[in-house]
């Protein structure tokens, strides 16, 4: 092919993706495939290759990834016209100079790490900038949010909203629970750490006998033992339940019955979630911190603070509003959730990628 030029996408966090990274990954990637990239060689980076190309087959060159790699003296021989760093965290970077995309999906670590500039999570964060040819946030937030810590470069910036990553609507009829849903639930997802503010929810759910409170993702790790302690603490042991990791199937089927979706994080760069419970018209409550009222827009719900009384009342106003207007709102969440697409998303990369390679 004449004048083909090479991008490396490094994707190494596609390994999990049971966290927000391995599904922006993956689902670039999905996005990606379904697209022509005319005279661009687009390469991956992963731990397992060869999963990723019995998925993909030859649209894409394959590099394994090893943890070594993050090492400079260690770091990938290959040279490339273009290197897409592809979240804000990433060790690997390239070893020969070349043009240089970074996607901030948050900068989190300033306020929950270290603000002292000199602390090597920063320093890391300012050498990217530093190399940026060009930028992308998957928010206004995040794009606010760099710029009110670091000094941001003179380059091309711009925000690509992140698509849906339920694409499919799988039958769950013959999913089997592995926690009671005889009652009335409501669900929340995502990775325990203390910023997702579940024991707000948890709080809450002393108030509201006649539901019960079904909450997903890896419960191992510290703030998992802090919020089973809450849970038995509180007396709450038959009203909120852990299922720990869920199946795409699993996740589906929690979101399709339950009475509403609850979302109290306190900083997100974006927040797939939401999006998700969007896609089955399901009423959404959200913390109206961060990223969350761009995600949500003006048919979800949002929380001002977390005071368990008040939050109670505004999810049975919400729920009673739902209700009342139950068609409308479906169906506008429906059409929210739509708006968030991963082909438009990839296609938006994929011309940033065109016009830095001009």
């Given at each position: 092919m004449p004048n083909t030029k090479s991008v490396f996408l490094e994707t190494h966090?596609?390994?999990?993706?049971a966290?927000?990274?391995?599904?922006?990954n993956y689902e670039l990637i999905k996005g990606?495939?379904?697209?022509d990239f005319e005279n661009l060689e687009l390469h991956l980076n992963s731990g397992k290759p060869k999963l990723l190309k019995s998925e993909f087959?030859?649209?894409?060159?394959?590099?394994?990834y090893m943890s070594f790699h993050r090492?400079?003296?260690f770091r990938p021989v290959h040279k490339f016209?273009?290197?897409?760093?592809?979240?804000?965290?990433?060790k690997l970077e390239p070893r020969f100079a070349a043009k240089y995309l970074l996607t901030v999906h948050d900068v989190n670590f300033v306020e929950e790490i270290s603000s002292d500039m000199s602390h090597k999570r920063n320093q890391l964060f300012m050498e990217k900038l530093k190399k940026a040819t060009a930028i992308t946030y998957i928010s206004e937030f995040a794009k606010k949010q760099t710029h009110d810590y670091f000094k941001v470069p003179d380059v091309p910036e711009y925000v690509i909203y992140n698509g849906n990553p339920i694409s499919t609507l799988l039958d769950t009829s013959g999913f089997v629970s592995t926690v009671p849903v005889d009652k009335p639930f409501f669900y929340t997802i995502g990775d325990f750490i203390e910023r997702k503010n579940y024991a707000s929810i948890i709080n809450m759910m002393r108030l509201l006998k006649d539901f019960n409170l079904i909450i997903s993702g890896n419960n191992t790790k510290k703030y998992g033992q802090v919020i089973?302690?809450?849970?038995?603490?509180?007396?709450l042991s038959n009203q909120v339940f852990l299922t720990g990791k869920v199946s795409d199937e699993g996740k589906q089927y929690y979101m399709k019955n339950c009475t509403a979706f609850l979302f109290p994080s306190i900083r997100e760069g974006f927040g797939l979630p939401p999006i998700e419970a969007m896609s089955f018209g399901k009423p959404v409550f959200l913390s109206d911190k961060t990223s969350l009222p761009e995600i949500g827009g003006e048919m979800a719900n949002?929380?001002?603070?977390?005071?368990?009384e008040y939050m109670k009342n505004v999810l049975l106003d919400g729920l009673h509003n739902f209700e009342n207007n139950k068609a409308v709102i479906e169906t506008e969440m429906k059409k929210r959730a739509a708006s968030f697409d991963w082909k438009i998303a990839a296609a938006d990369y994929l011309k940033i990628y065109k016009d830095i390679l001009k």
């Open positions: 966090n596609i390994n999990n993706r966290t927000g990274l391995g599904t922006f990606l495939h379904r697209l087959g030859e649209v894409f060159k394959y590099h394994k090492y400079k003296t016209d273009l290197w897409h760093s592809v979240n804000q965290n990433s089973k302690s809450l849970i038995e603490e509180k007396g949002y929380w001002t603070d977390f005071d368990p």
